[in-house]
């Protein structure tokens, strides 16, 4: 059974950065595509980033280009967003996502079959 835990959020001010990683466990990641997603308070949870585990391509919604950055260390099957210039609007929980055999820029909730329990990111203005 695949389990993936995150870590890493946190309080920030604008303009500022975090790292979250999300630690995968339970399997064999190369036929996987590892995501992150969001939800703030109201909203419905939208896709943020992925990543191929086996290609290393990366993925990402427009909001976030130039700003996020997804990556992952399979020695450590660990994958990471590295959060830059952080905007009030990024206040959200974050949550890392795999799905197996779909391609790595699915965007769709509904195709990842494993979700981490979430980590809170708050960004003050």
């Known amino acids: 059974q695949v389990q993936l835990v995150e870590s890493g959020g946190g309080l920030v001010q604008a303009g500022g950065s975090l790292r979250l990683s999300c630690a995968a466990s339970?399997?064999?990641?190369?036929?996987?595509?590892l995501g992150w997603f969001r939800q703030a308070p109201g909203k419905e949870r939208e896709y943020v980033a992925s990543i191929s585990w086996i290609s290393g391509r990366t993925y990402y919604r427009d909001s976030v280009k130039g700003r996020f950055t997804i990556s992952r260390d399979s020695a450590k099957n660990t994958v990471y967003l590295q959060l830059n210039s952080l905007k009030p609007e990024d206040t959200a929980i974050y949550y890392c996502?795999?799905?197996?055999?779909?391609?790595?820029?699915?965007?769709?909730?509904?195709?990842?079959?494993?979700w981490g329990q979430g980590t809170q990111v708050t960004v003050s203005s």
């Open positions: 339970g399997g064999t990641f190369s036929g996987y595509a």
């Open positions: 996502a795999a799905g197996f055999r779909i391609d790595g820029g699915s965007t769709r909730v509904y195709d990842y079959a494993y």
